[in-house]
């Protein structure tokens, strides 16, 4: 029974009920809850419920989409979209999955989240309305937080605790527009990082992206991968809009990572026209910035190959015409990955990012 069940009693997933908890014990337990039991077999569709009292809902909550397919005791696997709820490529792949993925077609446990930061998702913005909170800046997460952050302390203590591999499907958003990229971060020395390098290769996107290890940044596939989930993203596109070229990469790939991970068949997979290039981005260098408010003029393409030094665009001044522009100069060799969309710019506002090839023997 795939209809929504709003009229069953919900639980908590720790409940209050079956023992008594001390207030600290309490404490930690999410205000979250869900009428879905992850346990059962079958195909099940409701929503989270974040409890959210306000002027005109005294008792209401929040509802936040949520499909749990299960089918016997393989692989569990946590597909989330909406984190940036105006990044749209991935949800509307998953809400596609949604529809037709049944419990006979897999092989484990697959974790549906189409509008992981529902206000924002709901609101077509990058961040909360509610409280402005970046979903993707707030892992872990805290159980007594902001809105934005009891759902990552959900998504993180109740979904990415129950699997074995994630994978949180970005695009550029409103402000940015990317080449179809798989995304990674992390330690190369890892054992895991060949594994979920091996996972975004299987997702076939035209480039797949490396970055080093930084200090945490809240980031969900980070905190995912630091409780030995395995996990990755995409940049699919972006531009605050859906093209059928990145949904076919987007929904091409998520059928490719399941059959990979053995959730689908094999015959599910799908090779890309070409294989993925792997590409890096070391440092600072391979971003280019605004150095002041204006309007921003390119002089270069998304996939343009660049050199260190070269004219990336001019910040002009409207408002003061006759006032030359300043000038944006590329400081790394690379090919343009990543443009921004909007033409005003303010100081600091990222107007390009470029990637260089990377080298697979690096990782040993
Ligand atoms: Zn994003």
Redesign the pocket.
């Known amino acids: 029974d795939t209809s929504v069940r709003a009229s069953l009693p919900w639980r908590w997933p720790r409940s209050v009920m079956e023992a008594p908890m001390s207030l600290e014990e309490r404490r930690v337990v999410t205000r979250l809850s869900t009428p879905i039991d992850f346990d059962d077999d079958g195909k099940q569709c409701d929503f989270i419920r974040l409890p959210h009292s306000v002027h005109r809902s005294a008792y209401g909550y929040l509802p936040i989409p949520l499909v749990c397919i299960k089918n016997g005791d393989g692989p569990t696997v946590l597909l989330m979209s909406g984190?940036?709820g105006d990044?749209y490529e991935g949800q509307v792949t998953l809400s596609k999955l949604c529809q037709t993925l049944e419990p006979a077609d897999i092989n484990g446990r697959v974790i549906i989240l189409p509008m992981a930061n529902y206000p924002a998702a709901l609101a077509g913005l990058?961040t909360s309305p509610i409280d402005g909170g970046n979903l993707?800046r707030s892992f872990p997460g805290q159980p007594d937080g902001t809105v934005t952050q009891q759902i990552a302390y959900y998504i993180q203590s109740e979904l990415m605790e129950r699997a074995d591999y994630m994978l949180d499907l970005?695009?550029?958003?409103s402000s940015l527009d990317y080449v179809p990229s798989a995304i990674l971060g992390g330690d190369l020395a890892t054992e895991t990082f060949a594994r979920r390098l091996a996972m975004a290769e299987a997702f076939g996107a035209p480039f797949t992206f490396i970055f080093p290890a930084g200090p945490p940044s809240g980031v969900a596939s980070e905190s995912a991968v630091e409780r030995s989930t395995l996990a990755f993203?995409t940049?699919m596109a972006g531009s605050g809009t859906v093209t059928p070229a990145a949904l076919r990469i987007c929904e091409r790939g998520v059928r490719n990572v399941l059959a990979h991970l053995g959730v689908l068949d094999q015959s599910a997979y799908e090779a890309p026209e070409t294989p993925t290039r792997l590409v890096r981005a070391s440092d600072m260098k391979f971003f280019s910035y605004a150095p002041e408010v204006g309007l921003f003029e390119p002089v270069v393409e998304l996939g343009d190959i660049v050199q260190a030094g070269q004219l990336a665009g001019r910040v002009h001044t409207p408002e003061t015409p006759w006032r030359a522009p300043s000038e944006v100069r590329f400081e790394a060799d690379g090919f343009v990955v990543c443009k921004r969309i909007p033409g005003r710019v303010e100081r600091g506002d990222c107007v390009f990012h470029l990637g260089a090839d990377f080298d697979p023997d690096a990782i040993q």
């Open positions: 984190n940036h990044e990058r993707n970005h695009s550029g958003g993203g940049e």
